[in-house]
Structure formats: C-alpha cells, structure tokens
C-alpha cells in the first residue's frame, strides 16, 4: 500500500471508505511527517493534539455511515485564515499571539465538510512577497534542491508554507490566497497544483486583507482532481463578504474532462519572446504548447496589449488598499503594542507599527499611502483604476476568441534563499518578474491555474498556467487535468 | 516620481509608522526605487475610460436586518487585549501639561 502520506484526496477518501486505515491513523502519519520535517519551517502553528480529536470524531462518523464529503483527510491552513481559538499571526509580529474570535467562512466550510486541520503554515508577512522569506517566523524552505548547487530554495510565496507542506508529504492539500499570484507561483516553485478562482468565488471574510479587489483564496494540492474537490468545497456565496457572487458553484470534480479537442487557446502576443524568461521554464512552456496540440486543441495567438502596465498597475492599486488596510493594526484592542514609553497617542501608534511591521511591509505602506495622497491620486490612482478596465477589456476581447489563455506560471525556477536577503526590495524588476504572468490575473478577477510540467534539467519544478473566462474554473481544470496525464 | 526625505517623513507620518534616523536612507532608497517606473501610466489615453473599482462591478450590496446576531464574547475580546481593566481596553496615560 502506498504510504498514508503519500496519497491523494480521492485514494484517501476511498482507503478510509474501504477501512483500510483509520483518520486516526491517516493524522499520525501526517503528524510524523510534519515532525521530521521541522527544518523546512513550513508550520508557524501545529495543531497535532486538535488534528487526533477530530480524527477520532471522522472515525465515528465513518462507523455510524455519517461521513461528509471530507471527512478525515488532513490539511493545512495558510495562517492568514482566522481560525477561532487558533492563533492566527499573517507570519508578522503584530499579531503574533493574536487568537481570533471567529472563524474564516472558508475554514468554516472545509469544517462543515469534516476535514482535519493539522496546523498554521508560513508565509511572507501580511502576504505581500513571492518567497516567503518575509515572515517574522523566518523562511520556509522548498523540499526542492538544485541538481548541482545544495543552497536552500524558496518554496514561491506569499502561500510558501502551506506549498511546502503539500509538497513535502505533510498534509494532503492545503488553503492558500492570492493577490498577485501567491498560489499560483509557490504551486508552480513546488511541483504542485495552485487555484486561484474567480474573483468573488470563495469568501474573504475572515481572511486578513491584503488588497480587498485582489484578494482571493484558493487551493494548493497534488492533483487536478483533488483540486477540483476542494475548490467546489471552499467556493459558495457568502452574505458576509459583500463582494460575494451570488451564483451557483458547479460541480467541479464530477465535470471533470481532459478532452480538449476543438477548443481554442489563446497565446498572448505581448508576453511571448520576452527574454527574461529562465530557457528551462521556456523549454517546459513549449513542450506543454506540443501536448495541448497534439490532444487536439488549437493555439491561437491574441493580442493584449495593456498586459505590461500590470506589475505598475499592482503596485499603486494593491498597495493603496495595503496601506488603507493595514491602518487598522494599531496596539490598542489587540495584538502587539510597543513596550517602549511614549507621549502620545500617535506616538503609541508609530512605535507600535514600526516596531511590529516587517520593513517589506512598511516600504508597501509607504508607497500604498503616497499613491493615495491628494496629488497623487488623481494623477497616478485614478489612472491606474482606468488602466484596470483596459486591461479587463484586453481579457474579454481575447476571450471572444479562445476558450482559455495559457502563460508560463512564473518566468523563474525556484531560487536560493540566500539570495533574497538583501534583494528582496531591491530589485524591482526581479521581483515584478516573478508574478509578472500572475497578476493580471487577480487584475481583471479571472480564474487561474498553475499545474506542474516536468521537473527541469536542473531538478526543479516548471509550472504552467491556464486562465479562464468569468466563472469558467471548469475549463482551466480540464485543460489542467489533460496535461496533468501526458505529464505523469 | 520621487520621494524627497521630507516628503517620506510625512507619508510616514500619514502610515502612523515610526522610520528611525538609521532607517532614513533604506526607506527612501526602496520606496524610490519602486516609484521609480510609475510615471510610465501616465503616457496612456485613458480618455472615455471610468475607474474600475472591482472586478465584480454588478455585484449588488445587500442590506441586511439591523439586528445584533454575535457579540457576548467579551472574554475572547479581552484575550487579545494589551492592556485592559474591568473590561475596558487600557492605554498609557498621556496627559499633557497645559500651557500656561
């Protein structure tokens, strides 16, 4: 039998179906493995002695036939999610005993559907970052290593730990969010599946915000099809998030459908020939480009030509948001407050914030809160507002044309960590370059996804990634799924 | 666009977030640095174009009953209190002396 850590969802699900194994015995493996894996510091919070009683509960669930549609199975939680009674940090030191009151509506619906949470992953401080390299509980490590060079690799970010724990065999899926491709690139970094859904699919309420019009959580698993699982799961309207889509959630896994023949796929004009991209990435990109034309599809080029005002467009927009944010964080109904003697009330705030915030954060509120400033917010706010739609009307004339686009997921393979010690903030292009293909993405609310292609001549994971119309998840899983089969 | 140090100093001032005279140099150099390629938005027409708020622009606000549906969770609250007393939040005395 294939190691209990080692399965799927839908191999879980039927192991305990069949009693091959116990929930509790499914738990202790993950808890054995999490424990072995310690120096990958994906975890700031485990949860073991929570994950055994829930267990034993999914066992009698099994026994008396009450099983739900996720019982047992063992996941991780990007701790960016309020879980109540759990501390939950955004990896920052403002919130770091923070325990909130109340649950995420996400959270709350893989709860409702019986899945066991075995701890808190890591990731860049407030989700601002592609490497979580930014949190205050240090950085997470890939499981990944370089064919040649042994330094330690970034697992991508901001949803670093839970890709990690996924990709290490801790835990069998794991909640993520994205803003500017925070599933898709750490999916891609890891080898792993990563959906970010249609903007207004799954619910934010509970999620600490980062940027509210770019906000969305998602799903970072295996397999297409535990993906599709956990999506349809986590998806819903909720009337606490105001900008909830009230619509129907489809039956992702059971629509499941890797013919492809006939449909269109639209490559993008603007970002082919780009020369930064890493040749690896390119050669895995061109290779998925053959199996979607060899399984019957046809490539058809669009043109998109505001797409290259997106990392701009991120930059005055999501900080904007950040910095309105943010401001809620000051010391005084909960989380850190500055030890140090102050004489004012604004000064109890500017010491509490600077001392609590991580510099990656400040410098972004920094921005965020200049682009709001009264000359500038006209000039370059506004402005950028307006782009947004261009680049919204760019997506849906394409998709008069094609059925999906299709992108490289990250232009980069996975780097050392050692690297982004200092550069975290200092090169903007590198650091634009990473979500380059992610952003225009969460831009225009679209749903996206990253599914892994082989691993590169140097070892490393390449992921590739499909974006679909408005509420169209189905057809980017499918696609997905049909090259997720030619892959393995 | 840039920053000067005095421009930085009240943006910071704005974020409520204290940048010590050490950190000066570092934050004016990457706040700098990332404004540096803003000013490329501008050559484009946006002429005949609104502002897109959200991606979701048809969603229609709901309003709802006004009626309390949480709340008795004093204790949670104060859990993640700094300071507090009697149930209320507690912060340093700051009284200043008036002039005379």
């Not at chain 1, 040649?148 to 909640?175: E, F, H, Q, W, Y």
């Not at chain 1, 619910?203 to 998602?218: H, L, N, P, T, V």
């Not at chain 1, 686009?405 to 550069?423: D, G, V």
């Amino acid at each position: 039998m294939t190691e209990l850590s080692k399965l799927t969802m839908k191999q879980a699900r039927e192991g305990l179906v069949k009693k091959k194994f116990t929930c509790v015995e499914l738990t202790e493996a993950f808890i054995k493995k999490i424990e072995e894996n310690r120096n990958l510091n994906a975890f700031i919070t485990e949860t073991p002695e929570l994950a055994l009683e829930s267990a034993k509960i999914s066992d009698e669930k099994f026994l008396g036939n009450d099983n739900r549609k996720l019982e047992g199975i063992p996941m991780v939680i990007k701790d960016l999610f309020c879980t109540k009674g759990i501390r939950t940090t955004a990896a920052s030191k403002i919130l770091e005993n923070y325990i909130p009151s109340y649950e995420s509506t996400v959270t709350q619906k893989l709860s409702d559907a019986g899945y066991i949470m075995l701890g808190k992953t890591n990731l860049d401080e407030f989700a601002m970052g592609s490497t979580t390299t930014t949190s205050y509980f240090g950085p997470t490590v890939s499981p990944f290593k370089h064919k040649s060079d042994k330094r330690s690799l970034v697992p991508g970010g901001s949803s670093g730990g839970s890709a990690t724990a996924v990709s290490a065999n801790m835990c069998i899926a794991a909640t993520g969010t994205d803003t500017g491709g925070s599933i898709r690139q750490p999916a891609a970094f890891t080898n792993l599946v990563g959906i970010k859904p249609t903007y207004g699919r799954a619910s934010r309420f509970g999620i600490m915000a980062f940027a509210s019009s770019f906000d969305q959580a998602g799903i970072l698993a295996k397999n297409v099809t535990d993906t599709a699982i956990l999506t349809e799961v986590i998806c819903g309207y909720d009337h606490k998030d105001s900008t909830s889509l009230k619509v129907q959630v489809p039956e992702f896994e059971k629509n499941l459908n890797s013919d492809i023949r006939g449909k269109k796929v639209g490559i993008i004009k603007e970002f082919e020939g780009i020369d930064k991209i890493n040749p690896e990435i390119l050669k895995q990109y061109e290779l998925a480009k053959k199996i979607i034309q060899e399984r019957g599809a046809k490539l058809i080029e669009v043109s998109m030509p505001n797409l290259k005002y997106s990392p701009i467009l991120y930059m005055v927009i999501a900080y904007g948001e950040a910095a309105s944010n943010l401001s809620r964080y000051d010391g005084i109904k909960y989380g850190f407050r500055t030890k140090e003697k102050v004489d004012s009330l604004d000064d109890l705030y500017r010491k509490t914030r600077g001392e609590g915030f991580c510099r990656n954060v400040k410098k972004r509120v920094f921005v965020g809160w200049n682009m709001l400033s009264s000359e500038n917010y006209e000039k370059y706010f506004l402005q950028a507002q307006k782009i947004r739609r261009m680049i919204f009307e760019d997506f849906q004339n394409a998709f008069k044309k094609v059925d999906v686009l299709f992108t490289p997921t990250s232009p980069n393979e996975p780097f050392a960590i050692e690297l982004t010690k200092e550069e975290i903030d200092a090169d903007i292009t590198s650091n634009y370059l990473n979500d380059l293909f992610a952003i225009p993405v969460n831009i225009a609310g679209l749903p996206g996804i990253s599914v892994p292609m082989n691993l590169t001549s140097n070892n490393l994971p390449a992921g590739v990634q499909f974006i679909g119309n408005r509420l169209d998840e189905q057809s980017i899983l499918n696609f997905g799924l049909a090259i997720e089969e030619e892959v393995k | 666009m840039f920053l000067t140090l005095e421009k930085l100093k009240k943006v910071a001032e704005v974020a409520k977030i204290e940048v010590k005279k050490i950190e000066e140099e570092f934050f004016l150099t990457k706040v700098n640095e990332e404004l540096s390629i803003l000013d490329m938005i501008l050559e484009v027409d946006t002429t005949n174009y609104t502002p897109m708020v959200n991606p979701n622009e048809s969603t229609q606000l709901e309003e709802h009953k006004d009626e309390v549906n949480d709340g008795n969770n004093i204790e949670d609250l104060m859990n993640n209190a700094p300071e507090s007393l009697y149930n209320y939040f507690a912060v340093p005395k700051v009284i200043k002396q008036m002039e005379e």
